[in-house]
């Protein structure tokens, strides 16, 4: 049996490039848009009612903007990863995405192949950023005070691993528990050592860290 296609929303005030999007998203067939807006305030109950996997979101949006739509965008669709999509990668704009919650930035300029591989991979809880994007959000987390004697995996334990593991697949703590038979308050244990061994703050720092140091190379 085929997967279901990945359901996509598309927002941006450009109805030149916002067509264009759509366009090709369509004609792959592992994609499906399901919904499209030009501002925040027509978005919202479009976005509430179509519950995407994937939201693709124009950062400077007129009015209410695009990085304040991040931040609501999991309340509206708590199942939806966002990626943020702009004309330029300034480094504020990008730090600020993923302070709200963004999982991706895409240059609107990129590669067509770079853009449909970022939309599958945040769609499988994956992190999008190129590696120069990844060293300004990192160090603008703090991520950077990391202690250098670490090296990525050789302070963490095997079931530590597979805490972060699930982590930066986007799964909560009581989903962890449940997916290693163990309790939610051994899971928060295991957080908080995993913290304090990589010098990270939270979840998206640690999801960063993991995704700079490799420490899930692909197979």
């Given at each position: 049996?085929?997967a279901?296609?990945?359901?996509?929303?598309?927002?941006?005030?450009?109805?030149?490039?916002?067509?264009s999007?759509?366009?090709?998203?369509?004609?792959?067939?592992?994609?499906?848009?399901?919904?499209?807006?030009?501002?925040?305030?027509?978005?919202k109950?479009?976005?509430?009612?179509?519950?995407?996997?994937?939201?693709?979101c124009?950062?400077?949006?007129?009015?209410?903007?695009?990085?304040?739509l991040?931040r609501?965008?999991?309340?509206?669709?708590?199942?939806s990863?966002?990626?943020?999509?702009?004309?330029?990668?300034?480094e504020?704009?990008?730090?600020?995405?993923?302070?709200?919650?963004?999982?991706g930035?895409?240059?609107?300029?990129?590669?067509?192949e770079?853009?449909?591989?970022?939309?599958?991979?945040?769609?499988?809880?994956?992190?999008?950023?190129?590696?120069?994007?990844?060293?300004?959000?990192?160090?603008?987390f703090?991520?950077?005070?990391?202690?250098?004697?670490?090296?990525?995996k050789?302070?963490?334990s095997?079931?530590?691993?597979?805490?972060?593991?699930?982590?930066?697949?986007?799964?909560?703590?009581?989903d962890?528990?449940?997916k290693?038979?163990?309790?939610?308050?051994?899971?928060k244990?295991?957080?908080?050592a995993?913290?304090n061994?990589?010098?990270?703050?939270?979840r998206?720092?640690?999801?960063?860290?993991?995704?700079?140091?490799?420490?899930?190379?692909?197979?």
């Amino acid at each position: 049996m085929n997967a279901s296609p990945i359901r996509v929303f598309v927002i941006d005030d450009h109805a030149l490039y916002r067509d264009s999007m759509v366009a090709l998203l369509g004609a792959e067939k592992d994609l499906d848009v399901v919904g499209q807006g030009s501002s925040v305030e027509e978005t919202k109950p479009r976005l509430a009612e179509s519950k995407p996997d994937v939201v693709l979101c124009e950062v400077t949006l007129p009015g209410q903007g695009g990085l304040d739509l991040l931040r609501e965008v999991p309340a509206l669709s708590p199942e939806s990863r966002t990626i943020a999509i702009s004309d330029n990668e300034v480094e504020t704009d990008i730090v600020e995405a993923m302070r709200r919650g963004a999982r991706g930035f895409l240059d609107k300029q990129c590669p067509v192949e770079l853009f449909l591989k970022c939309i599958r991979k945040v769609h499988t809880g994956e992190i999008w950023l190129s590696g120069r994007l990844t060293e300004a959000v990192l160090h603008a987390f703090g991520s950077q005070q990391a202690p250098s004697k670490l090296d990525g995996k050789a302070e963490l334990s095997r079931r530590e691993m597979e805490v972060i593991q699930l982590v930066i697949q986007g799964y909560k703590n009581r989903d962890i528990a449940q997916k290693l038979f163990i309790s939610e308050k051994t899971v928060k244990n295991h957080l908080s050592a995993i913290f304090n061994k990589l010098g990270v703050a939270d979840r998206l720092e640690l999801t960063l860290y993991a995704f700079e140091r490799r420490l899930f190379p692909p197979e």
